[in-house]
């Protein structure tokens, strides 16, 4: 996706704001869900959003819209062009092998830190959250990678430390943005499965002690991240 020039194209898209499963999200959040889906599945790369285009396609106010761009510039999913528009920064393959290393580093280091202090009432929270993911379903792309993300961040979260739960966040977001952009294609759209089993069997070895295992198995989940980067970028 490029950054826009020239004379201003809108973004088209259907006039449906896409649901999202949480009940108490806000329209903000709402928004900043139907903007992201549709600047990562739009086939067009150079159109610009505006603040007055997206206020009459959403029926809100300026304020929830203008909150759903500014978290998105944060990001670094669009970027800000006064007296213009917002435009897609473009998202790349080197993009996903920077944040896999990012994941390496922070998520085994993090593991080898608490992985011997985590206690049976530590792992209670996650073992109830797969246990209970075990009886869902998913198929869609965006679903299946928000559980990724809550598995992997409650995973790290027993490091205690805020920071590396932030930013494992941030990078898994922009992970997701680049599987769902593959997804999207109409060849690939059935190929993304929900498979909760390589989690559970990274919990399973972290519970049982064995280490070794346990770090080995959350390597291994972290770099499959990379299989649809090698396919895009060949």
Not at 105 to 116: D, P
Not at 181 to 210: A, G, M, T, W
Request: net charge neutral.
């Amino acid at each position: 996706m490029n950054s826009g020039g020239g004379e201003r194209t809108e973004i088209k898209a259907d006039t449906t704001i896409i649901p999202v499963r949480n009940d108490l999200v806000t329209m903000t959040d709402k928004i900043y869900d139907s903007i992201l889906r549709m600047v990562t599945e739009s086939p067009e790369e150079n159109g610009v959003l505006t603040e007055r285009y997206l206020i009459s396609r959403f029926g809100s106010s300026k304020a929830p819209v203008r909150e759903a761009l500014i978290r998105l510039c944060n990001e670094r999913i669009l970027k800000s062009i006064p007296r213009f528009g917002y435009v897609v920064l473009r998202l790349g393959g080197q993009d996903v092998i920077d944040i896999i290393q990012f994941r390496l580093i922070n998520e085994l280091g993090a593991a080898k830190e608490y992985m011997r202090k985590v206690t049976e009432k530590d792992l209670e929270p996650l073992e109830a959250y797969l246990v209970n993911l075990q009886k869902n379903t998913f198929d869609d792309v965006w679903d299946i990678w928000d559980e990724n993300i809550k598995f992997h961040t409650m995973l790290i979260s027993l490091a205690r430390n805020d920071l590396l739960v932030r930013n494992l966040t941030c990078g898994m977001r922009t992970l997701r943005r680049y599987y769902a952009q593959y997804y999207s294609k109409e060849q690939y759209r059935n190929q993304f499965v929900f498979n909760p089993r390589p989690h559970c069997s990274i919990f399973e070895s972290l519970k049982e002690k064995d280490y070794g295992r346990f770090l080995e198995r959350l390597g291994e989940d972290i770099k499959d991240g990379g299989r649809i980067c090698k396919i895009t970028m060949n």
